[in-house]
């Protein structure tokens, strides 16, 4: 066949010497090229990728095609454009900004490449951990700690790409080998610039390190209680109740105070307290309370006390403790006890409840001094 034949070293010299006749050209030329080239090769491997796929799962190509797909859809122009320019550089000799434009957009897209690769193997690591149970203690710190360290390599991936990304330009390239080379003058530059983010960054490896928090810890800072949704490098995303979230410095998990119901376990008491009349009959309602939650799926099974905790000139406080598994069950199984508490006094002892009681006395009887009084007036 006649293409069979075509001579592929004779067309590449005449593209090659028409470059130099047309170096204004060159560059949108070879651009152009490229594109095509990488759209062709995102084509291909979008296909493959898709056949694998129909013949059975693959949890692999698929997390890459869903978060590396359009960082690989940049990255294949910039490569073959890269190759290109390399191969014409005679060519572009009068022209470099082609190729110094080819390795800026090769460096960005390796940059974005690798970050996203990174979640990939992320997301590898840490499949089948489900962090939603608070009983999984050890599985919420495995979490948290390969999501920081992902975290943090993308930093360095970023700052090393953006320090070879300055050795493209004459005026950027002292700037990038020192940042490259002299630990000293960035940790300089570092300590009077960006204190704080040195600050959150060496917080959030103590973090990572000592476990403080974990990703779905339950917390209550600031007056309100939620869960640890993301700990970033700089910051700590809250998961309000409402969903609200709250986003607090990583320092202020350092710096200050705050409760962490989830430390060590996630197994919580859950006091109920009642206000009831003297009358109450506190045996009854002892028996009451147990009969409900014994076997309640809320409970489980290690704490019940019913006791009168105060007494008050009106009131007695009878205070329900009780535990459960987490926090949010906890929250649920006092409600429930709150509830069908109040429903049993007002229906089986509603004396019980709280009242208030006015005495009427009548004043001609209410002492016999003040009745004889009355009767025999002193004489003027």
């Known amino acids: 066949m006649e293409w069979m034949d075509f001579n592929w070293t004779d067309a590449y010299t005449d593209f090659s010497r028409w470059l130099r006749q047309n170096k204004e050209f060159s560059g949108w030329v070879l651009f152009g090229i490229s594109i095509v080239a990488g759209l062709l090769i995102n084509f291909l491997v979008t296909q493959i990728v898709r056949f694998i796929l129909r013949r059975g799962q693959h949890e692999v190509l698929g997390l890459l095609r869903l978060h590396v797909r359009n960082a690989f859809y940049v990255f294949s122009p910039t490569l073959c454009f890269l190759i ?227 007494t008050m000139p009106d009131c007695i406080q009878v205070r329900v403790l009780v535990s459960a598994r987490n926090s949010g069950e906890a929250f649920d199984l006092r409600c429930l006890i709150r509830e069908a508490m109040i429903e049993y006094l007002r229906e089986e002892h509603p004396e019980s409840l709280p009242q208030t009681r006015l005495q009427f006395v009548d004043a001609s009887t209410s002492s016999p001094d003040k009745k004889e009084a009355q009767e025999n007036p002193p004489a003027l």
């Not at 917080?203 to 600031?222: T, W």
């Open 84 to 310: 290109l320019t390399n191969l014409q550089r005679r060519a572009l000799i009068r022209h470099p900004i082609a190729t110094t434009l080819a390795e800026i957009f090769f460096i960005v897209a390796c940059i974005w490449l690798a970050i996203r690769i990174l979640k990939v193997v992320e997301l590898l690591l840490i499949r089948g951990y489900d962090t939603s149970q608070d009983t999984q203690l050890h599985i919420r710190k495995y979490v948290t700690q390969i999501k920081f360290v992902r975290r943090l390599v993308a930093t360095g991936v970023v700052v090393i790409g953006f320090s070879i990304l300055l050795l493209s330009f004459q005026g950027g390239r002292k700037v990038g080998l020192s940042i490259l080379t002299s630990a000293g003058i960035v940790s300089v530059v570092i300590g009077f610039a960006a204190q704080r983010t040195l600050a959150n960054l060496l917080a959030g490896i103590q973090i990572a390190l000592n476990q403080q928090i974990r990703v779905d810890d339950v917390v209550v800072v600031e007056n309100e209680w939620g869960r640890i949704e993301e700990i970033n490098l700089t910051n700590v995303v809250v998961r309000l109740w409402d969903r609200r979230r709250l986003i607090l410095p990583i320092t202020y998990f350092v710096e200050k105070p705050f409760q962490n119901w989830t430390r060590s376990q996630a197994s919580v008491l859950g006091a109920v307290m009642l206000y009831l009349d003297y009358r109450v009959p506190v045996d009854k309602l002892r028996h009451k309370c147990r009969e409900l939650v014994e076997d309640h799926p809320l409970w489980d099974g290690e704490v019940l006390t019913v006791q009168v905790t105060d």
